[in-house]
């Protein structure tokens, strides 16, 4: 693990999924609104002027399985500054994430909350949304990129507007975060299911 000190990190990469699929669900009563797509890349310089190592992406979508499976995997409309979701703020809720190849995709299900009931009204309306992950860590200047490094943690995913002009989400890491600010986002339960897949992958190196 690195020893700098951690920090608010973000990778933007533009929504890409069905639009006629899912203005045909939010027409049907009752029904829930799910939408597939492309999460994030790995070994691609994004948006941000980062590169999130493939190694790295895969594990902490590996981790993010237990938030899923909890039904835990939420996110909020717009990146706060903060390394925890708020339930009040949260729009959408994530049902699937897998990697193939250097692509993390993944299934988000919009929730009948007032964020995501504004995030429903922005795909009526054909908005250009972006899915950006939130986590915390560090990085490391190599040639020209900022490369995350291996002290990262994915929080979870959210949804942002484009970038109107090529590179303006291109920004530094946020505010610095504690290790008290992470106990409010992993508690012991999933620090010690990150223990557990960091030892399976011990085994298969």
């Known amino acids: 693990m690195?020893?700098?000190?951690?920090?608010?990190?973000?990778?933007?990469?533009p929504w890409e999924y069905d639009k006629e699929k899912a203005l045909t669900e939010m027409n049907k009563p009752g029904g829930s609104v799910t939408m597939r797509g492309i999460l994030q890349k790995a070994n691609t310089l994004n948006q941000n002027g980062r590169i999130y190592p493939k190694e790295i992406l895969e594990r902490e979508v590996r981790n993010y399985q237990k938030?899923?499976?909890?039904?835990?995997?939420?996110?909020?409309?717009?990146?706060?500054?903060?390394?925890?979701?708020?339930?009040?703020?949260?729009s959408h809720i994530v049902r699937e994430a897998y990697m193939d190849g250097?692509?993390?995709?993944?299934?988000?299900?919009i929730l009948n909350t007032p964020a995501g009931k504004i995030l429903q009204s922005l795909i009526e309306t054909g908005v250009t949304l972006g899915i950006s992950s939130r986590g915390v860590g560090s990085t490391k200047r190599e040639g020209d990129n900022q490369v995350v490094q291996d002290d990262f943690q994915l929080i979870c995913w959210d949804f942002v507007s484009e970038p109107s002009t090529p590179g303006a989400f291109m920004m530094s890491e946020g505010k610095e975060i504690s290790p008290r600010d992470l106990d409010r986002v992993f508690n012991k339960s999933d620090k010690i299911d990150r223990i557990f897949n960091d030892i399976l992958d011990w085994r298969i190196e």
């Open 67 to 90: 938030f899923i499976a909890e039904n835990r995997a939420l996110g909020e409309l717009d990146h706060p500054d903060s390394s925890v979701v708020e339930l009040k703020n949260a």
């Open 102 to 109: 250097d692509i993390c995709y993944g299934t988000v299900e």
């Open 2 to 13: 690195s020893s700098n000190k951690l920090k608010i990190l973000t990778g933007w990469t």
